[in-house]
């Protein structure tokens, strides 16, 4: 049985993956800090769940802490990690940037280091389509350059892509960095528009919207985003022999087995129709504030989702409708509105 440690695992998206890698038979060891930058009890209540299959443990830690994380990383040797731990979310960075530097900077060098001496199969880490910044060529293809990082949580990602290109290059350690666009869905993040709406639309109460509602986005369902994972477990990169190795449209490193690769749907959806999806879900209509665009946001997100394709055969296929109506009733039923 091959062990996969999960960091991040009481997250929204670590959660997700670790129940389809138990589904699929592995092994998952999961590791996760339980911060509270949102409602630490969803996160219980996602560990709850995990912790019901025979095949999960899991340990609470920061990631700044290397001790901790290596002792647990030693006593269980993966085969594989995949890292989601992270400080997340776009406009927070503008508040607290110090969290961004000690969990993304700190923390992903300290799950690398691990990965190093261990020698793991595969080394799978999160990245965002933020690292696209101020890029106005659509869609985004991974082979664009990315250097207008717009928020210190973009450039900490960017760092992350650039920290473990050297180590997959100097220890051929097979890494593969995805590209995650506005994952949305069951179990999400409170601190997402998703969540945030339907709240607001359920309870009557407001909801601000950014840029006046001249936003668009690649909105990427969980499970699709999750399967797209499990499938790039078994696509670690290899180091190419010569640069023409690499398959056109690959963004293989020509000099280490490493490689980027967007996650998303593949198109942009106006996010006043979202709102409009999910204002029909509850059978409500919003009460909407519009705002002005804010700091460090991007107006518009769209993925080239074709190396993903290419690579494991599989494209994300919920549309946002499906999306929004499968979340709106999680929502109801977790929350009992
Ligand atoms: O995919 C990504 O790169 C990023 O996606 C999200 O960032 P964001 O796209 O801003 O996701 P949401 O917070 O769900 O916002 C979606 C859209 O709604 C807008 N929004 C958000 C919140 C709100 O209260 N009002 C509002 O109009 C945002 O400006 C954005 O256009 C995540 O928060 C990041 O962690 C992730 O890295």
């Not at 670790?18 to 509270?36: A, P």
């Not at 299959?53 to 899991?58: G, I, L, N, V």
């Not at 069951?186 to 109460?205: H, N, Q, S, V």
């Not at 999806?277 to 519009?290: D, L, P, S, T, Y």
Request: with cysteine; hydrophobic share 40%.
């Amino acid at each position: 049985m091959r062990t996969v440690l999960v960091t991040g695992s009481a997250g929204f998206i670590g959660f997700h993956l670790s129940q389809l890698l138990l589904e699929e038979g592995f092994r998952v060891v999961g590791f996760d800090g339980m911060t509270d930058y949102y409602d630490v009890r969803i996160k219980q209540r996602r560990h709850q769940m995990l912790l019901q299959h025979p095949h999960f443990s899991c340990l609470e830690g920061m990631l700044e802490d290397f001790e901790t994380l290596h002792a647990l990383a030693l006593a269980e040797k993966p085969d594989v990690i995949v890292h989601l731990a992270a400080q997340a979310g776009v406009r927070y960075s503008l508040e607290n940037p110090r969290a961004y530097i000690d969990a993304n900077l700190i923390g992903t060098f300290n799950v690398m280091e691990c990965a190093r001496e261990l020698g793991v199969d595969h080394l799978l880490m999160a990245s965002t389509s933020s690292v696209y910044g101020a890029n106005t060529e659509m869609p985004f293809g991974e082979d664009q350059k990315c250097d207008t990082p717009l928020t210190l949580y973009a450039a900490t990602k960017k760092a992350n892509e650039a920290m473990a290109h050297s180590y997959a290059h100097l220890w051929n350690l097979p890494t593969t960095m995805f590209r995650f666009f506005t994952v949305y869905g069951p179990w999400g993040r409170p601190d997402m528009a998703l969540f945030k709406f339907t709240r607001g639309i359920l309870e009557g109460t407001p909801i601000d919207i950014y840029n006046d509602g001249e936003m668009y986005r690649d909105f990427t369902y969980v499970a699709d985003l999750v399967r797209g994972i499990r499938l790039l477990i078994d696509a670690a990169p290899v180091r190419p022999d010569t640069p023409e190795d690499i398959a056109e449209g690959d963004s293989l490193s020509p000099v280490a087995p490493f490689r980027v690769v967007n996650i998303g749907n593949g198109g942009k959806v106006r996010l006043m129709d979202f709102i409009t999806a999910i204002e029909a879900e509850c059978g409500r209509e919003a009460v909407k504030n519009f705002m002005p665009m804010q700091q460090g946001d991007v107006p518009a997100t769209w993925a080239d989702a074709s190396l993903l394709k290419s690579l494991t055969g599989y494209a994300p296929q919920t549309s946002f409708r499906e999306g929004v109506a499968r979340f709106v009733a999680w929502y109801r039923d977790y929350y009992r509105v």
